[in-house]
Antibody
Framework: EVKLLESGGGLVQPGGSLRLSCAAS????????MNWVRQAPGKGLEWVSV????????NYADSVKGRFTISRDNSKNTLYLQMSSLRAEDTAVYYC????????WGQGTLVTVSS | DVVMTQSPLSLPVTLGQPASISCSSS???????????LNWFQQRPGQSPRRLIY???NRDSGVPDRFSGSGSGTDFTLKISRVEAEDVGVYYC?????????FGQGTKVEIK
């Protein structure tokens, strides 16, 4: 069974930084691209970023480009999202998702950017 | 960016009756490999989204056969043949053909 467990969310002040993690299990992690998708409170879904399995390819939404960095450690089956220069509009539940075509989702971790 | 437009945004339905959600894209979703990467997701209240349909019309494992997807190019439809109480939630279309990936606004399905 595929499991994706996000962690690292919390309250952070505007301009601050936070690193999210996603622990993956139940599949061969290194062979799958992984994404972050977010959902602001009461709003729809927004794709944030993707990283390939082993080639290092990454892509970002314009809204986070230059501020967020996606990475992974295949030896630890873990996906990361380093977030910096955080803004109020980054407040959302952040979901870890598997594959180029978003097959599986984690339960999400809430990031709140507020003073 | 590819804009995904869903309609309606709210869909009250009677139990046992059919329901239909439309999704249109601002560009063709046909990829260079010939596949059309249009997906449908369901988000029940208080839950994470789950994928129902991929490549327009393929149901994911465990998805009831009352859910079906159709369409081509830029126009797509999700149909529920007979709505059940567990189908309440928000449904999103999403394209994974182009970068950046984009979602529709979501359609809220509720029981009348």
């Amino acid at each position: 069974e595929v499991k994706l467990l996000e962690s690292g969310g919390g309250l952070v002040q505007p301009g601050g930084s936070l690193r999210l993690s996603c622990a993956a299990s139940g599949f061969t992690f290194s062979t799958y691209a992984m994404n972050w998708v977010r959902q602001a409170p009461g709003k729809g879904l927004e794709w944030v970023s993707v990283i390939s399995g082993t080639t290092g390819y990454t892509n970002y939404a314009d809204s986070v480009k230059g501020r967020f960095t996606i990475s992974r450690d295949n030896s630890k089956n873990t996906l990361y999202l380093q977030m910096s220069s955080l803004r109020a509009e980054d407040t959302a539940v952040y979901y870890c998702t598997k594959d180029w075509h978003i097959i599986n989702w984690g339960q999400g971790t809430l990031v709140t950017v507020s003073s | 960016d590819v804009v995904m437009t869903q309609s309606p945004l709210s869909l009250p339905v009677t139990l046992g009756q059919p329901a239909s959600i439309s999704c249109s894209s601002s560009q063709s979703l046909v990829y260079s490999d010939g596949n059309t990467y249009l997906n449908w997701f369901q988000q029940r209240p208080g839950q994470s989204p789950r994928r129902l349909i991929y490549k327009v019309s393929n149901r994911d494992s465990g998805v009831p056969d009352r859910f079906s997807g159709s369409g081509s190019g830029t126009d797509f439809t999700l149909k529920i043949s007979r709505v059940e109480a567990e189908d309440v939630g928000v449904y999103y279309c999403m394209q994974t053909t182009h970068w950046p990936r984009t979602f529709g606004q979501g359609t809220k399905v509720e029981i009348k």
